[in-house]
């Protein structure tokens, strides 16, 4: 039997719901969720997914960024497909999610009663915790206990995909790529920040320690910057990065600079974008916005966020110089759910 494993969309609407009903039909008999479970459920971003076989819909699970790792919860398969394989494809789904976000665990929770917790064990998953939860309650009053449990995941380099391009790890091949963009002259840097001065000594600390994460494959999770590689040569293109312009007010940053000139007009700035902006919401669930800085005399930018569905918030006169004249320093911002939508609409364009 070929599985499948998506992502959901509004069409599983109905298939999924049934799935979801079904898997939790026999355990409702024992424990249903709080209003507090409700609430936690409803004020979480994540992803759902589903599982296909037999051109219908057999499997459903949802997972979110916690902290370092990715937590996966409302696993349910049809009845009559029990016991095929179905759970286990699509936990792997999600592990490779991990691998490819740059998280190296992934975490559940199930209620010690159902008998889930030696099943979790069979494929890997190690006991990390065990509390009894407000989160539910059962129907003869007794405490419910919910067991957490998670998995390693073998490490490795995130890669997203986009249409053009794939946003992806730092390679040893990109290094003389990067040194030598960096040295004066280059049309980009005429855009990029111009205003503030680069020296040798900032570029080779740069290149020493992409050096150094190379080596120890310490690469932060979530990513601060990737690299922008062409999809079908895999070379250099750019960079984007994101930055805290206050971590304390969840207030983050995201930028990106696209070294050759031969590219631009193509659309690949807009591609690296909105994989990139995909992945800051999701990896950083707290955050209600995102920032996009540019100057005024950068056209090329102020379309860019435009598109994306930016706004101007904000614009100070006569507050960058750049060869001796005045230009205005701007922020341009989006709202999450702005985002979402936009997501969604884009989408139901295709």
């Not at 659309?267 to 209600?288: C, K, S, T």
Request: charged letters at 25%.
């Amino acid at each position: 039997m070929n599985i499948l494993v998506r992502e959901y969309t509004q069409n599983d609407l109905v298939e999924a719901k049934i799935v979801s009903d079904d898997a939790h039909a026999v355990l409702r008999k024992f424990y249903h969720p709080t209003a507090q479970a409700k609430k936690i459920g409803s004020d979480t971003p994540y992803k759902r997914i589903v599982a296909v076989a037999d051109n219908k819909i057999v499997g459903v699970a949802t997972y979110e960024v916690e902290g370092d790792f990715l937590y996966f919860g409302s696993l349910g398969v049809l009845t009559a497909y029990r016991k095929m394989g179905i759970a286990k494809k699509i936990i792997s789904h999600i592990e490779e999610a991990a691998q490819s976000m740059g998280f190296s665990k992934i975490q559940c929770a199930t209620m010690e009663k159902t008998g889930n917790v030696s099943i979790f064990e069979k494929i890997g998953f190690k006991k990390s915790s065990r509390e009894i939860t407000g989160k539910f309650e059962s129907v003869d009053g007794e405490p419910i206990v919910e067991v957490y449990l998670e998995k390693s995941v073998e490490t490795c380099r995130v890669n997203l995909g986009g249409n053009k391009i794939i946003l992806r790890d730092w390679i040893a091949d990109d290094l003389a790529s990067f040194e030598e963009w960096q040295k004066p002259c280059h049309k980009w840097q005429d855009f990029d920040g111009p205003y503030y001065t680069t020296t040798e000594e900032n570029t080779l600390k740069q290149i020493n320690g992409i050096r150094e994460r190379l080596k120890s494959a310490a690469f932060p999770a979530p990513r601060t910057r990737l690299v922008i590689a062409d999809k079908k040569s895999n070379q250099l293109l750019g960079t984007v990065n994101s930055y805290w312009e206050s971590i304390e007010t969840n207030w983050l940053c995201a930028g990106i600079a696209l070294y050759d000139h031969n590219f631009w007009g193509q659309g690949i700035g807009y591609d690296a974008l909105n994989v990139w902006i995909n992945y800051l919401f999701f990896v950083h669930p707290q955050i209600v916005r995102l920032d996009l800085r540019t100057w005024s005399g950068n056209y090329g930018m102020i379309h860019l966020a435009k598109k994306l569905n930016f706004k101007l918030e904000a614009q100070f006169r006569k507050a960058r110089i750049v060869n001796g004249e005045y230009y205005d320093s701007l922020g341009f911002g989006i709202l999450r759910e702005e985002w979402l939508n936009r997501t969604v609409a884009v989408e139901n364009k295709k």
